[in-house]
C-alpha cells in the first residue's frame, strides 16, 4: 500500500488538474534515485486513455541546499517553455491532504538515469560525440533562460561576484553542520586567493551531471533534478558536468564519462556564442569537488531508517575521496587555475 | 581490532555478496549496502590508529587555514594530503592512487 491507488482525494484533484471526468491511478512504483525526493511512476486512466505520469515529493528529512518542490516545478516549467529537454510539467499540488505532502506532477518520459550505467554501457544515449555536443546545447538553453517575474522571485537577486559567493556558502553550511573539516579549509582557501572575477550571472541548474539525465538507445531524452538551480557564473555548470567526481568509471571521458571536452564545449559554445574559459571551468571543477563533499556531509545528516539511513551514513563517507581529489587540485605551491 | 575480527567482517560482507544476485526485489540493493557498509567499517577498524595519528599531526585548526595563515604551508598541506588519504582509502580503496596508496596506507591496503 503506498497511499495513491485507490486514494480518492488524488484521484479527485487528478481529475481537476487532467481535466477529465473519470479518473484511476490504476499502479503506483517508486522509482529509483533521488535521495532528496521520492519519484513516483504513476499510470493514470484519465477518461480512458492510459497517462503515464511522475510524482515528486520530498523524500524524508531533505537538506538546505535544496529547493521546495513548488520551486523546482517552477524552474521545470520555465525550461520546458524555454525548449529544454525535460518532463512536461503536469500540475502542481499544495495540499498536504491530497498525497501526505506538497508534489509535483509531470509526464514520464523513458530512458536510463543511472550514471555509472550510463558511463558503462556505450550503447546507451547513442552516438556518445553527439550526446555531448546535445548535452552543451541544451547546458545553453538553461543559460538562455529569462525568467518570469514569478521565477525571478523564487531566484531572488543575482549574486554581483558568483565565485566568491559560492565560497561563502559552502563555509556557511561546513559552520551550520558544525563540521570541522581542515582539508576542505584548505581547498576553500586556496580556491578563494584564485577566484575568477566576475563576468556573466545566469540562471545555471546546479546539478547538471551524468546521473541526472535521461538517455535511451538514441540519444538524450530528459535533464532532471532540479532542486539547485540558482543564479551564477554559468562556468559553474560547466565544471560541475566535467569535474571528475562526476565520471564515475571513465576518468578519461572528461565531460561527464560520456565524451571529451571537445564535443561538450562545442554544443555548448554554438548555441550559446560564449567562450568557454577553460582557467574559469578548472576553478569550478575544483569547487564542485567542495561543494560535492559538503552536500555529503548534509546527507549523512539527514534522518532515515532502514537502508535508506545505511544508505545516508555511507554517502558521507564519499566526502572523503572527494576531498582528497580537492587537495590534490589545490597543491601547496601550483597555481590552481 | 585482532586481524581475525577483521578477517570475519570481510567474510561476511562476502557472504552478502554472494547472495545478492539470488535475492528478491530490493533485497539486492539492500544486501549490497550491508556489504559495503561492512567493508567500510572494516577498514576503518583496520586503519583508525593511522587515522588519528594522522589527524592529531595536523598542527593548523580549521579557522586558521580560513583566515590565510597556512596560505602557502607546504608542510601542513602534506599532513592535511595524508589525513585525507587515509580516510578516502577507508569510504573507497579505489580513489587513492598507487602512490598513495604506498605513502600512506602501506601494508593495510591488502
Known amino acids: ?240 558536468f566535467c569535474a571528475e567526481c562526476w565520471r564515475f568509471s571513465r576518468p578519461d571521458l572528461e565531460a561527464g564519462g560520456i565524451c571529451d571536452r571537445e564535443h561538450f564545449y562545442e554544443g555548448y559554445a554554438e548555441a550559446s556564442g560564449r567562450v568557454i574559459d577553460p582557467s574559469r571551468v578548472r576553478w569550478w571543477e575544483i569547487v564542485a569537488h567542495i561543494r560535492w563533499a559538503v552536500i555529503a556531509l548534509q546527507q549523512g545528516r539527514r534522518r532515515a531508517s532502514g537502508a535508506e539511513a545505511l544508505n545516508l551514513a555511507l554517502t558521507a563517507r564519499i566526502a572523503d575521496p572527494v576531498e582528497l581529489a580537492a587537495l590534490r587540485m589545490t597543491a601547496a605551491g601550483r597555481n590552481i587555475a | 581490532m585482532s586481524q581475525d575480527a577483521l578477517d570475519l567482517l570481510e567474510s561476511a560482507a562476502a557472504v552478502l555478496r554472494d547472495a545478492a544476485p539470488s535475492l528478491p526485489g530490493a533485497g539486492r540493493y539492500t544486501a549490497l549496502l550491508t556489504a559495503n557498509a561492512i567493508d567500510t567499517a572494516r577498514r576503518d577498524l583496520a586503519l583508525g590508529q593511522r587515522s588519528e595519528t594522522a589527524r592529531a599531526a595536523i598542527p593548523a585548526e580549521a579557522a586558521a587555514i580560513r583566515a590565510g595563515h597556512h596560505d602557502d604551508d607546504v608542510a601542513l598541506y602534506e599532513k592535511l594530503h595524508a589525513y585525507a588519504a587515509v580516510r578516502a582509502w577507508i569510504a573507497d580503496p579505489t580513489s587513492v592512487s598507487a602512490d598513495e596508496r604506498i605513502v600512506y596506507i602501506g601494508e593495510a591496503s591488502r
Not at chain 1, 551550520?176 to 576542505?184: D, F, H, K, N
Not at chain 1, 545566469?202 to 546539478?207: I, K, M, P, R
Not at chain 1, 551531471?209 to 538514441?218: E, H, K, M, Q, S
Request: charged share 25%; aromatic share 6%; net charge negative.
Open chain 1, 1 to 240: 500500500m503506498n497511499g495513491f491507488v485507490g486514494n480518492a482525494s488524488l484521484e479527485s484533484w487528478l481529475r481537476n488538474a487532467l481535466k477529465a471526468s473519470e479518473v484511476t491511478v490504476e499502479r503506483a512504483e517508486k522509482l529509483s534515485g533521488g535521495a532528496i525526493q521520492e519519484s513516483w511512476g504513476l499510470d493514470v486512466r484519465a477518461d480512458g486513455t492510459l497517462l503515464p505520469l511522475v510524482l515528486r515529493r520530498d523524500a524524508e528529512g531533505t537538506i538546505d541546499a535544496s529547493r521546495s518542490r513548488k520551486d523546482e516545478h517552477a524552474l521545470v516549467s520555465a525550461a520546458w517553455a524555454a525548449g529544454v529537454a525535460v518532463p512536461r510539467p503536469v500540475a502542481f499540488c499544495e495540499d498536504d491532504s491530497v498525497a501526505g505532502g506538497p508534489f509535483a506532477l509531470v509526464e514520464r518520459v523513458s530512458g536510463v538515469g543511472y550514471g555509472p550505467k550510463i558511463v558503462r554501457e556505450v550503447k546507451l544515449g547513442g552516438d556518445r560525440a553527439a550526446l555531448g555536443q546535445e548535452l552543451g546545447r541544451q547546458l545553453a538553453r538553461i543559460h538562455a533562460i529569462t525568467p518570469d517575474p514569478l521565477l525571478a522571485a523564487v531566484l531572488g537577486p543575482k549574486p554581483a561576484d558568483p565565485a566568491r559567493s559560492e565560497i561563502a556558502l559552502m563555509r556557511e553550511r561546513l559552520d551550520s553542520m558544525g563540521a570541522v573539516r581542515p582539508g576542505l579549509e584548505w581547498a576553500l582557501r586556496q580556491a578563494e586567493r584564485m577566484a575568477p572575477a566576475p563576468v556573466d550571472v545566469v540562471l545555471t541548474h546546479q546539478d547538471f551531471r551524468t546521473g541526472n539525465i535521461l538517455v535511451d538507445d538514441a540519444g538524450l531524452t530528459a535533464i532532471l533534478d532540479w532542486e539547485f538551480a540558482a543564479w551564477s557564473d554559468p562556468m559553474a555548470d560547466i565544471g560541475w
